[in-house]
Nanobody
Framework: QVRVVESGGGLVQPGGSLRLSCTASGRIFSINTMGWYRQAPGKERELVAAITSGGSTNYADSVKGRFTISRDNAKNTVYLQMNSLKPEDTAVYYC???????????????WGQGTQVTVSS
């Protein structure tokens, strides 16, 4: 079994910062891409940022220059540093890990339960 657990959400004022963390645990042989997605009420889930095992990153245009994704491969952990937060960043943030449980298994996608981020004065 694999577990993906996020932490670090909360309430912050506009212009503030938050740091999200996500750790994958359990039967893991290797992790390929890890990413952060978000879903606001009434909207579809969207990619925020992703990072490969080699460190290549990809960001949504709406967060470029404000958010930074990073990763600790030894800890199977990905982080999302969010600065200059705006009310429109309010959403449930989900972590995703594409991984193989064994060397001969296909890659499967695993999601966390989500963490709420609310940006409001």
């Amino acid at each position: 079994q694999v577990r993906v657990v996020e932490s670090g959400g909360g309430l912050v004022q506009p212009g503030g910062s938050l740091r999200l963390s996500c750790t994958a645990s359990g039967r893991i042989f290797s992790i390929n891409t890890m990413g952060w997605y978000r879903q606001a009420p009434g909207k579809e889930r969207e990619l925020v940022a992703a990072i490969t095992s080699g460190g290549s990153t990809n960001y949504a245009d709406s967060v470029k220059g404000r958010f930074t994704i990073s990763r600790d491969n030894a800890k199977n952990t990905v982080y999302l540093q969010m600065n200059s937060l705006k009310p429109e960043d309010t959403a449930v943030y989900y972590c995703n890990a594409d991984l193989r449980s064994r060397s001969y298994y296909a890659t499967t996608s695993h999601w966390g339960q989500g963490t709420q981020v609310t940006v409001s004065s």
